[in-house]
């Protein structure tokens, strides 16, 4: 199954980049290709499922699954339309004042020609992530 890291630091406590990250609400603010979130069945809180319309295809819906554990500092979401796995892991760096952002991902081998299109677009995030993180 092709896979990729990245990672980077934000220049933010866990809690602000913690903030951004479990709550799919907050990805269209820096997760490059989210347009946006509904909630799923009972909200994402309680099933851990939403749905994500991304940019230029409103009418294109991608159920999620998602599987937080904040004492882990790690955030796990499912594409159930193509099968994407991201594992997200914070790790925090100078006493707490900073954070390690790294983010695993696994696509299918029937999803392998979006690989170097999907680095590109989580590299962005993170980013993204690292510095609205660090604006809090």
């Known amino acids: 199954m092709p896979a990729f890291d990245e990672r980077a630091t934000a220049a933010a406590p866990p809690e602000e980049v913690w903030k951004l990250l479990y709550d799919p609400a907050r990805f269209p603010d820096w997760w490059v290709g989210v347009a946006t979130i509904e909630p799923g069945v009972g909200g994402v809180d309680a099933d851990g499922s939403y749905t994500m319309y991304p940019d230029g295809y409103p009418d294109f819906p991608m159920p999620q699954e998602l ?53 590109d677009v989580i590299r962005r995030s993170l980013a993204n992530l690292a510095r609205l993180a660090a604006e809090s």
Do not use: N, Y
């Open 67 to 119: 599987r937080t554990s904040q004492a882990q500092g790690r955030v796990e979401i499912s594409c159930l339309v193509s099968d994407l796995e991201f594992s997200w892991q914070l790790t925090p760096r100078d006493g707490g004042a900073a954070t390690e952002i790294a983010v695993h991902v696994e696509i299918p081998q029937a999803e392998a020609h979006r690989l170097e299109t999907q680095a």
